[in-house]
C-alpha cells in the first residue's frame, strides 16, 4: 500500500518553547502538522505565533474540552485536507528522523501479510514495550496502545469512528482500541521503534522512612496529576461495562492493575479523603452516566492534595 500523504496531530495545552522542537521534528516526515491548542489561553500566543510562522498549522480552541476532542478536531482538519493517515502526539514527545516512515512499514508489512492494521504504534513507548505477541509471519501485535505516536489509516477511523469526547482525559485511547478490535483490527508494534515519554511523575515507595525494594514491588510509583484519578477510576468503569464481557481477560488484568495502583496512591495522598472523594465521584458519576469534564467543585478538591513521597532521582 502506498501512502501519500501522512498528517501528524500534536494537541497543546499551555505549551513551552519545546513544542517547536517537536514539530520542527516532524516537519520532514509528513505532509503537514497540525496543533491544536486546548484552550491555552493568549499568555501562549507566542509559541502558536511561532509555530504557525514554521508552517504548521494551528487550531485554537476557546476552553479546554479535553484531549479527545483536541485529538478530533486535528483528525477532522486533516482528513479534509485528503490525507492517507493521520499520526497523533502530545505536545512533549519528540521524534527520531525515520518515525513516520517506520510506522508505515510497519502497517504495509500487516496488510501484505493479511492483517486488519488498526492502531500502529512504536515497540516502545517511554521505555515500555506496547507488543502483546507476534504472529507467525513476524508482525508485532500491540496492546494498551498509547495514542501518543499512533498512526491511523483514514479507512479505519472511516469504520470505527472518531474519539470519545465524553471520556475528556485517561483512558481515550484504550476505549479506542478495544472498539478497534471490535470492529476486526488489530493494533500493531513497528519493531524496535522508541518514542520517549513521560508517563507522570515518578515517587519513591518509602515504610518507616526506608526506601522499600521487595521482589515483585518496584522501589518507585508513577503517579499521575491528582486531578486526573476521577477520570481514570469513572472511565475504567465505563469502558469495562461496555467491553467487559467482549474482552473478559483483557478488561479483569487491567482492572486489578488499576486498584492496585489506586490503592498505592491513596496512601501517598494528603489528604487522603480528597483523593478518596474523586475516587467515590468517579464510581457515581459512572453509574449515573455523567460524562464530560469533572465539575468545578471536584476540580477544586484535586488541587488540595500532594504526594507524601519523595520523588525519585
Partial sequence: MTFTAVWAVVTSFRPDRGLLDATAALRDQVAGVIVVDDGSGPGYDDVLDALALQGVTVLRRAENAGIAAALNAGIEGALARTCDAVVTFDQDSMVEPGFIAALVRAHDHAVDV?????????????????????????????????????????????????????????????????RCHAGGFVSVAAPGLVLAHSLGRQYERRMLGMRVSLPGIPPVVTLS??????????????????????????????????????????????????????YRAGIRDARRGRMGRMPGTLQETAATISWSARPAE
Fill in 114 to 178: 493479511g492483517a486488519r492494521p488498526g492502531p500502529v504504534v512504536p515497540e516502545y513507548f517511554a521505555g515500555v514495550s506496547q507488543v502483546h505477541a507476534r504472529t507467525r509471519q513476524g508482525t508485532l501485535l500491540a496492546r494498551h496502545a498509547i495514542q501518543s505516536g499512533m498512526l491511523l489509516h483514514r479507512r479505519v477511523l472511516e469504520t470505527i469512528g472518531l474519539l470519545r469526547e465524553e471520556l475528556f482525559i485517561d483512558l481515550v485511547d484504550t476505549e479506542f482500541e478495544l
Fill in 225 to 278: 496529576t491528582p486531578f486526573r484519578y476521577y477520570y481514570r477510576v469513572r472511565n475504567r468503569i465505563v469502558i469495562n461495562r461496555e467491553y467487559g464481557r467482549r474482552f473478559f481477560a483483557w478488561t479483569l488484568r487491567d482492572t486489578v492493575l488499576e486498584v492496585l495502583h489506586f490503592a498505592s496512591a491513596l496512601t501517598l495522598a494528603r489528604p487522603r479523603r480528597a483523593l478518596w472523594a474523586l
